[in-house]
């Protein structure tokens, strides 16, 4: 197995197209006959749980972002994975089952309130040091200022994350009228070509700010617009003023109706860390490969390295990369 899967590793820059497909097909072979596949009847309910957070998830690969005449720096080395949706109010109450003294704490007369139907709306009114209790717990982290910038204007360095031009009826934004959050992901045209929704309305979304400690700073920033703000790009360039972007100073004890979170990791160590969760079920197998075809030909570079020791979840995601 190691000498296959090293010269699948050595080899993989320097071919293409269907030879390609052919080394990684055979690489994909050579590990799961090493590995024994084998499954059971079904995911438990911790496999399902991280098989759900799983396919939250958006591959970001490594790319170049300069935004705006001032060259504001927003590229990416190493890989990204993000949540495509805000963290919702279902995600948060299950938190605070686990967090005695936070479903206790000063937000719990807004948390309280909260409708046991409105699951799928985003979670909010946290402080940011709460906002990132909760994104280690769940093996991740909130992103930086240009993290964010690089996951919604992409390589392109687009204005808006669904093109270079404003449109109507693409984000719950103030514009529209209506008086309260939304289902995440319910505006399908407002989502980047990578499909990360709501980045611009429903509910801002706390960052970390380069050069502070996150929550022992008290420097913060809140990120993009919500259904309490009119619809703005996320950035754009004044000759007087500069480059100015859709983002919020706020401190990090700051709580509000319209501010929530989304999460990030670095994709390597993610993936390392969280793949022999995901079980051993050709149920689980089924979607996780479903996860790998989403992300494409993208993600193929990366989980070919990480294919050499990986594990089955590992080999799973490559798989789906070939459909």
Not at 34 to 41: I, P
Request: hydrophobic fraction near 40%.
């Amino acid at each position: 197995m190691t000498s296959h899967a090293r010269t699948h590793d050595l080899t993989l820059e320097h071919v293409a197209g269907r030879d390609r497909r052919a080394l990684l097909a055979t690489a994909l072979f050579l590990a799961a006959s090493s590995l024994g596949l084998s499954g059971c009847s079904g995911p438990s309910a911790d496999e399902d749980r991280a098989l759900a957070r799983l396919e939250r998830l958006i591959f970001v690969p490594p790319g170049v972002c300069s935004l705006g005449l001032g060259g504001l720096d927003c590229s990416n080395e190493d890989a990204l994975l993000v949540d495509r949706y805000e963290v919702t109010r279902r995600e948060w109450i299950a938190h605070l089952a686990l967090s005695p003294k936070l479903a206790n704490g000063p937000a719990e007369s807004v948390w309280g309130r909260w409708d046991p139907d409105s699951g799928t709306l985003p979670a909010t009114f946290m402080t940011q040091r709460e906002a990132l209790d909760f994104a280690a717990l769940e093996g991740m982290r909130i992103p930086s200022q240009r993290e964010w910038l690089r996951i919604s204007a992409g390589t392109r360095a687009q204005p808006w994350p669904w093109g270079t031009s404003p449109a109507r009826s693409v984000a719950n934004t103030l514009d529209l009228g209506i008086t309260g959050a939304l289902g995440v992901g319910t505006f399908e045209a407002g989502a980047t070509p990578s499909g990360v929704y709501d980045l611009i309305g429903n509910a801002r979304e706390w960052v970390t700010v380069e050069g502070s400690e996150g929550a022992t700073s008290e420097l913060a920033a809140a990120m993009g617009g919500s259904w309490l703000s009119h619809q703005e790009p996320l950035f754009d360039w004044d000759q007087t003023k500069g480059l100015r972007l859709a983002a919020l100073d706020v401190d990090h004890r700051h709580r509000s109706i319209d501010l929530g979170v989304r999460l990030v990791a670095g994709a390597e160590e993610y993936l390392k860390t969280e793949a022999s969760s995901w079980g051993t079920s050709p149920s689980s197998a089924e979607r996780v490969r479903a996860v790998g075809e989403r992300w494409g030909r993208p993600a193929e570079e990366l989980l070919g390295r990480l294919s050499v020791g990986g594990g089955q979840g590992i080999l799973w995601l490559l798989e789906g990369t070939q459909r």
